[in-house]
């Protein structure tokens, strides 16, 4: 979607028509419609995503998707959606979704497939729907009635949900909205966000809420697990996810997908892989949901370097998943601490440092064809070992290398 002059704008959009089409009074869908191709989520096969929900599908698990509303009505999302878990104060328009950008999120992670709709990474968990007023709420009346982005964080992190899920995005920070991020956080919960798709216009800027301490920053790689040519960078982005060619709900008439892309879906996937490793492993923290993803993030770079483009690296939550016994650090410490603005305790992980080491100047010759990690798409996003994500900047190979925070 075209960067929006207004400070809140929706992080992805419909690939081939470079927005989102908004009709009214849309349809509540039963299956989809005649003629309409079922979604293709490469991404599953390369996440090897069946093996994983032998261990884990993310039962028990509750995800808030604070977003344009979520539809309950889709076939991949009926019996998803808590809208009983809504707070009270943020119940208007939950599950009226005026973009169907927000149902598309809450599928990602959650959908169960039905219908031909799409299968969410973490088919069990649940969604707990909270609508924001973003740029394309247009309608000056329901504009007023529904919240802003810091109250439905704030009612995200007094409801149940372990995970709070933020694929939208604009340049600046607001105080409010700030403080909402830091009441969230010391409720225990694990913010994700979409670092922006204005890479290959203005690769420069910090998204927010993206770009908040405590928010893990996510940005977009391919099927061969390099980063996209759209995908913001910078001392914000942690960690990268599936988010070329992710298809989403082409409008709000819920009848048929686009082939699509954003650091909107690689937001939605990581918070799904966030829930599969939670509900194989209940007690733990967020910092040690965290920290495991980190550790196992793959990467050809040396992790006391994080990537400015993919952060610590590509999620490969199996590789915690079929490892029970697996060690995720101390429960209180951030393994992101020096990023969050330092800590009393060192983190488990190392931290990136103050600048990268690819050339500012060259940021925006990264693309989703310049280059890739060498072996396969199962290879990049599930097998161990080292990985290579680079990238073919002025005649020589950089590795891709990580900043952090997200939006968009």
């Not at 009214?24 to 994983?52: I, S």
């Not at 977009?220 to 390099?226: I, L, P, Q, S, V």
């Not at 550790?295 to 590509?314: E, F, I, Q, V």
């Not at 029970?324 to 603005?341: F, M, T």
């Amino acid at each position: 979607m075209a960067r929006a002059t207004s400070r809140r704008r929706v992080a992805t959009a419909c690939a081939a028509l470079g927005a989102w089409v908004v009709v009214a009074g849309g349809l509540a869908p039963h299956a989809l419609a005649d003629g309409a191709a079922a979604p293709n989520q490469w991404y599953l096969a390369a996440m090897q995503a069946p093996e994983m929900w032998k261990v884990s599908s993310g039962r028990g698990i509750k995800v808030a998707v604070v977003d344009t509303g979520v539809n309950p009505d889709t076939p991949s999302l009926k019996g998803q959606v808590l809208t009983q878990d809504v707070p009270k104060s943020a119940a208007y328009g939950a599950t009226k979704d005026y973009l169907g950008h927000g149902t598309t999120m809450a599928e990602l992670i959650a959908g169960t497939g039905n219908g031909g709709g799409l299968k969410g990474l973490a088919p069990d968990a649940k969604i707990i729907p909270l609508r924001i007023y973003l740029d394309t709420l247009k309608d000056p009346a329901e504009k007023k009635l529904t919240q802003s982005s810091a109250a439905g964080i704030r009612a995200a992190a007094d409801s149940d949900a372990k995970i709070i899920n933020l694929s939208y995005g604009g340049a600046g920070s607001k105080p409010e909205e700030a403080d909402a991020v830091k009441y969230a956080i010391s409720k225990g919960k694990l913010l994700f966000a979409s670092v922006g798709n204005d890479g290959a216009t203005n690769d420069f800027y910090r998204d927010f809420p993206a770009a908040y301490p405590g928010v893990v920053g996510v940005s977009a790689a391919d099927e061969k697990g390099t980063v996209t040519h759209f995908s913001q960078s910078g001392d914000y982005v942690d960690l990268a996810s599936p988010g070329l060619n992710v298809p989403t709900w082409c409008d709000t008439s819920f009848q048929k997908y686009c082939d699509s892309r954003g650091t909107s879906q690689a937001s939605a996937i990581a918070s799904a892989s966030a829930a599969l490793i939670w509900s194989a492993h209940p007690t733990w923290t967020a910092d040690q949901v965290l920290r495991t993803m980190i550790d196992t993030a793959g990467r050809s770079w040396d992790k006391n370097t994080p990537s400015k483009y993919l952060g610590y690296g590509l999620i490969r939550p199996r590789l915690v998943l079929e490892k029970a016994d697996i060690n995720p650090g101390p429960a209180d410490v951030d393994p992101l601490s020096k990023e969050n603005g330092g800590s009393s305790a060192p983190p488990a992980t190392p931290a990136a440092p103050s600048s990268s080491p690819v050339p500012k100047g060259e940021a925006v010759a990264k693309g989703e064809d310049k280059g890739n990690g060498g072996g396969g798409n199962t290879q990049l996003w599930a097998v161990g070992g080292v990985v290579a994500g680079l990238v073919v900047i002025g005649g020589g190979v950089f590795a891709l290398i990580r900043t952090r925070r997200r939006a968009t």
